[in-house]
């Protein structure tokens, strides 16, 4: 299972970026999605979560800015980031959990990352 990450850059305080990542390989069902993000000399934090239904939750420090949704059927989730502050600058990485076989757990998996940085 791969998880692959694309849609970061460079954009200006109060602009847009559209985050992607798609789910590829051996893959029975996929709970949850979600993204991370880890800025420099910092630990690795939650942005937000959506589960198969659809339901979100996001960080404070993103609600009201940030958007995720999915799409079930090609197993990507998007991070729709509006608004954006030279603090939200860092690495983001996709996360989802998943089921490749009848035989085993649900396994955590990771994507790459992708780099988003605000600046003016």
């Known amino acids: 299972v791969q998880l692959q990450a694309s849609g970061g850059g460079l954009v200006q305080p109060g602009g847009s970026l559209k985050l992607s990542c798609v789910a590829s390989?051996?893959?029975?069902?996929?709970?949850?999605m979600g993204w991370y993000r880890q800025a420099p000399g910092k630990q690795r934090e939650w942005v937000a979560t959506?589960?198969?239904?659809?339901?979100?939750t996001y960080a404070d420090s993103v609600k009201g800015r940030f958007a995720i949704s999915r799409d079930n059927a090609e197993n990507t989730v998007w991070l729709q980031m509006n608004s954006l502050k030279v603090e939200d600058t860092a690495v983001y990485f996709c996360?989802?959990?998943?089921?490749?076989?009848?035989?085993?757990?649900?396994?955590?998996?990771w994507g790459q990352g992708t780099q988003v940085t605000v600046s003016s």
């Open positions: 996360n989802a959990n998943i089921k490749v076989s009848g035989y085993t757990p649900w396994g955590n998996y």
């Open positions: 390989g051996s893959i029975i069902a996929i709970n949850t």
């Open positions: 959506i589960n198969h239904g659809g339901s979100a």
